[in-house]
């Protein structure tokens, strides 16, 4: 029997080369805006937030210090006029708001603050304001000192803890003032009222912390006669809660440049513009000096003793 050889298998090998094209995502500034601006936002907001509480306790601190020794200068040009026939210790004209006028100390509290001219929010983030056009510190009448209860060092955060025989003393150019706290309550006193020879103080802040919602008063007289008067500025048409609204916007157009610049930052990353490091480098100074001016601008924006 014949034997038929094997036809041989002949394999064909079929190699298809396929044409990849790799579309590379092409990032663009207000794409990248979009994506980000949402959480941006909110970190944003978080973050200034925590400021309020964390953050501005330390720039109140740093005012401090500057008033302190603005308010040492006073005492010392103050001293050098006694006995002089042409000058004279006490001021002859208004304070300007901002200037250190009074060292505040409550010992029940273990506090000790140094005291500026006006009570808007804007003298109130450096510490407690002594009301414009109210009587001056030591001095017949009544004066009010308004500081903060829970931002900016909140330095009357314990105020309602004083009880009625507290002593409270103040210090101004003309010498050191004792009072001793005759009412804590929530009703307004009378700023206007006249309280002969003595000196009336009274400390105001708000209720509750954080909120703003009401007032607290602290109204101490003085142990022993007031000192001579000095000339006050014009009495505000507004409290010391009042908000400056106008402020609002300001505030709102740095949070709005903290947001531009986040997104700035990832848009030069994902663009491969520059390297995350100096894209980031780039961009946090600017949103930190935006944050600390959006603060300054809600302090004056929010109640002022908030």
């Known amino acids: 029997m014949t034997m038929l050889a094997p036809a041989p298998v002949v394999q064909s090998v079929r190699y298809e ?19 980000v601006a949402g959480r941006a936002l909110a ?42 026939s042409d000058l004279s210790p006490l001021p002859n004209e208004p304070v300007a708001p901002g200037t250190a006028v009074a060292l505040l100390r409550v010992p029940t509290l273990g506090l000790s603050q140094v005291v500026l001219e006006g009570a808007a929010g804007s003298q109130l983030q450096h510490g407690p304001g002594h009301m414009t056009g109210t009587s001056g510190v030591g001095e017949p009448g ?26 409270i003393s103040t210090t101004t150019v003309a010498g050191t003032m004792d009072y001793r706290i005759t009412r804590v309550t929530s009703a307004a006193p009378d700023i206007k009222a006249k309280t002969g020879s003595t ?11 954080g909120l703003a919602l009401g007032d607290v008063f602290v109204i101490a007289d003085s142990t022993r006669a007031a000192f001579p008067e000095t000339p006050q500025g014009r009495l505000p048409d507004v409290g010391a809660r009042q908000s400056d609204f106008g402020a609002l916007p300001v505030a709102l157009m740095w949070v709005a440049l903290m947001v531009l610049f986040v997104g700035l930052a990832h848009y030069w990353v994902r663009a491969r513009i520059m390297e995350r490091v100096l894209a980031w480098s780039l961009a946090v100074p600017v ?10 601008a809600l302090a004056t924006a929010l109640p002022p003793t908030l």
Do not use: C, N, Y
């Open 142 to 167: 009544v004066s009010l000192i308004a500081a903060r209860r829970a931002t900016w060092g909140s330095p009357f955060a314990h105020l309602p803890r004083l009880k009625v025989g507290d002593v």
């Open 17 to 35: 080369f396929e044409t990849v094209t790799v579309q590379r995502r092409v990032h663009t500034l207000p794409a990248t805006l979009r994506d």
């Open 199 to 209: 000196a009336r103080l009274v400390l105001q802040t708000s209720t509750p912390a």
């Open 287 to 296: 949103i930190v000096l935006a944050g600390l001016l959006a603060l300054r």
């Open 43 to 84: 970190i944003v907001v978080l973050a200034l937030i925590a400021a309020q509480f964390l953050l501005t306790p330390l720039l109140q601190s740093r005012s401090q210090v500057v008033a302190s020794r603005e308010l040492a200068a006073r005492f010392d040009t103050a001293l050098g006029a006694v006995g002089m």
